[in-house]
C-alpha cells in the first residue's frame, strides 16, 4: 500500500513512501548514510541538533525498515547502534530495528549483546553475497565505511540514500568525510525529497555493466 505523509515541501509536492513487504526476487542493499554539506559523515549522534526529523522523517526511517529483512553494518556502527536502540521500544521504528536479524561485521566483537546480532568474522565480501543470494526482503546497511566500499567495489551495493543535513560541520578530519582515494562508483538520481527541517534524501540506484552499454 502507499502511505501519503500530509507536509508538503516547498515545491508543493507531497513525499510519498511506499509500504511493500514482500520479497523480491533480487535482495538489494540498500545503504543509508547521513551527511552534512561539507562531506562529513562520522559520528552524526554529535551534529548539531535539529530538532529530529519529526513525523516525517521517521516514517521515510520506517518505510525502509519495513522493506528490509535483515540490517548490515561494520564494528564502529554497532558500537553507536547498540546502546541506543536497546534502550527503545513502543514504537514502529524501534520495534523494527530491535526485531531485525542484524549482521556486524568485526575480527573483535565476541559475545554481542544485542538482539538477533550474528557477528561475521570472515570474508564480508563472500558472506553478504550469500545473504543477498538467499530468498528474502531488501537489506540495509548503516554508515559508509570499509564494509560499503568494498560492497560497492564488488557490485554488491545496490541503492545509497544520502540525508543531506543542510549545514557545514567545519571540523573533522579526512577520515571522517564520504570521499577515500581510489574509492569509485557510478550511481543514477532515483528520487529526492525534503524533509520539513531542510534535510534532504538523496536515493541513488548504482549502475550497472548494462547502464554503461
Known amino acids: ?69 535483515a ?41 554481542p549483546q544485542w538482539h538477533n546480532t550474528t557477528v561475521i568474522d570472515g570474508d564480508p565480501v563472500r558472506a553478504i553475497r550469500g545473504l543477498k543470494e538467499k530468498p528474502g526482503m531488501d537489506m540495509v546497511q548503516y554508515g559508509f565505511g570499509r564494509l560499503s566500499r568494498a560492497l560497492m567495489a564488488e557490485g554488491l551495493l545496490d541503492e545509497l540514500r544520502l540525508w543531506v543535513h543542510p549545514f557545514f560541520l567545519g571540523t573533522g578530519t579526512p577520515d571522517d568525510l564520504l570521499y577515500r582515494s581510489g574509492s569509485t562508483g557510478s550511481f543514477t ?5 525534503t524533509l520539513p527541517d531542510g534535510i534532504v534524501i538523496l536515493t541513488l540506484a548504482a549502475k550497472t555493466e548494462r547502464d554503461a552499454q
Open 1 to 69: 500500500m502507499t502511505f501519503v505523509i500530509s507536509r508538503r515541501r516547498r515545491s508543493g509536492a507531497r513525499l510519498i513512501v511506499n509500504l511493500n513487504r514482500k520479497a523480491t526476487a533480487v535482495r538489494k542493499i540498500i545503504n543509508s548514510t547521513y551527511i552534512t554539506l561539507d562531506g562529513v559523515i562520522q559520528n552524526p549522534q554529535n551534529w548539531p541538533s535539529m530538532g529530529g526529523f519529526g513525523d516525517a522523517g521517521n516514517r521515510v526511517q520506517t518505510e525502509l525498515l519495513e522493506r528490509c529483512d
Open 71 to 111: 540490517v548490515l553494518m561494520g564494528r564502529h556502527t554497532y558500537d553507536v547502534f547498540a546502546p541506543v536502540w536497546t534502550t527503545l521500544s513502543g514504537d514502529p521504528l524501534s520495534d523494527r530495528m530491535n526485531a531485525l536479524p542484524k549482521y556486524v561485521v568485526s575480527t573483535t566483537l565476541t559475545d
Open 189 to 193: 538520481l532515483q528520487d529526492s525529497a
